[in-house]
């Protein structure tokens, strides 16, 4: 059984900053990329960031690019996020997302939720104005 488990998040004010931490637990596997996605109240989970291990390249949603940044550990699959900047529309429920299957080297889709087969249960961000 693998576990993918966040944590970092809290309440901050606009501007503040948070790092999120998610860590695989379980069984041993490999892991091809890591992302996070996040859920507001009301909306669809939509992509925040992503880092691949072959390269170690990442990819951002334009709404947080320059504000958050993405780091991870690929031998213990581990992933982190930085946000810096924040807004009050960054509040949402942030999740850690694992491409253990090679989605990502099949489809290059590293934004899809579909790419992902593994998933944590959720970290709460609120930012407040």
């Known amino acids: 059984q693998v576990q993918l488990v966040e944590s970092g998040g809290g309440l901050v004010q606009a501007g503040g900053s948070l790092r999120l931490s998610c860590a695989a637990s379980?069984?041993?596997?490999?892991?091809?990329?890591m992302g996070w996605f996040r859920q507001a109240p009301g909306k669809e989970r939509e992509f925040v960031a992503a880092?691949?291990?072959?390269?170690?390249?990442?990819y951002y949603a334009d709404y947080v690019k320059g504000r958050f940044t993405i780091s991870g550990e690929s031998a213990k699959n581990a992933v982190y996020l930085q946000m810096n900047s924040l807004k009050p529309e960054d509040t949402a429920v942030y999740y850690c997302?694992?491409?253990?299957?090679?989605?990502?080297?099949?489809?290059?889709?590293?934004?899809?939720?579909?790419?992902?087969?593994?998933w944590g249960q959720g970290t709460q961000v609120t930012v407040s104005s």
């Open positions: 997302a694992a491409d253990s299957i090679g989605n990502t080297y099949l489809n290059g889709k590293y934004n899809l939720r579909s790419t992902y087969n593994y």
């Open positions: 379980g069984r041993t596997f490999s892991t091809h990329a």
């Open positions: 880092i691949s291990w072959s390269g170690g390249s990442t």
